[in-house]
């Protein structure tokens, strides 16, 4: 059974830093592309970045809102993916969801059951 | 604003069949195959349709589809427990992105 689950989440203030990590077990790893979507509560989903397998040569492409603050990188060897973010904002507020993705990664096909982040003073 | 646009809104009554649209443009919709979402309240999305896949554990009363820049999603049979929002979301490359839509809120009366 594929299984992902985020920590990490919490309390930060405006300008800080923090990671969050993915634990993904009952799949091969090595072979998907990981992708994070965020959503603010009561809100839609709103992709944040992916980084490709190693079939893709581990390639990461972020949004426009948050590329430069964030960072995506994968250990391979135990199944861990890794959302650094940084220069954190209020607007970053949100629950971040791990999502394990088929192909070149956009063909999203398991999700984690989210951490909440709040970026507030 | 969504790069995808969904309805706001959808409802059906118990048996009945709806549909769902999703609509881009050619550089996503209408070159990449077509995720959906389904998402109750206070949980974690899950997918039930990728492309015309349906992904294991789904019941086969979803079904997916596209026509040219629209995708769809159809639950034929719909049953109380198919109430909840419904994402789509796909790559679009052109903006070198994964494209969301604002997601469809589905009321079973």
């Known amino acids: 059974e594929v299984q992902l689950v985020e920590s990490g989440g919490g309390l930060v203030q405006p300008g800080r830093s923090l990671r969050l990590s993915c634990a993904a077990s009952g799949f091969g790893f090595n072979d998907y592309s990981m992708t994070w979507v965020r959503q603010v509560p009561g809100k839609g989903l709103e992709w944040v970045g992916v980084i490709r397998s190693n079939i893709f040569i581990g390639t990461t492409e972020y949004a426009a809102s948050v590329k430069g603050r964030f960072t995506i990188s994968r250990a391979d060897s135990i199944g861990i993916v890794y959302l650094h973010m940084s220069n954190l904002k209020t607007e970053d507020t949100a629950v971040y969801y791990c999502?394990?993705?088929?192909?070149?990664?956009?063909?999203?096909?398991?999700w984690g059951q989210g951490t909440l982040v709040t970026v507030s003073p | 604003q969504s790069a995808l646009t969904q309805e706001a809104s959808v409802s059906g009554t118990v048996g009945q069949k709806v549909t769902l649209s999703c609509t881009g443009n050619?550089?996503?919709?209408?070159?990449?195959?077509v995720g959906w979402f389904q998402q109750f309240s206070h949980g974690a999305p899950k997918t039930v349709m990728m492309?015309?896949s349906l992904p294991s554990g789904i019941p086969d009363r979803f079904s997916g589809s596209k026509s040219g820049t629209t995708a769809s999603l159809t639950i034929s049979g719909l049953q109380p427990e198919d109430e909840a929002d419904y994402y789509c979301?796909?790559?679009?490359?052109?903006?070198?992105?994964?494209?969301f839509g604002g997601g469809t809120k589905l009321t079973v009366l």
């Open positions: 999502v394990r993705g088929g192909g070149d990664g956009y063909r999203l096909d398991s």
């Open positions: 492309g015309d």
């Open positions: 050619r550089d996503n919709v209408g070159s990449y195959a």
């Open positions: 979301s796909t790559w679009d490359y052109s903006l070198a992105v994964q494209v």
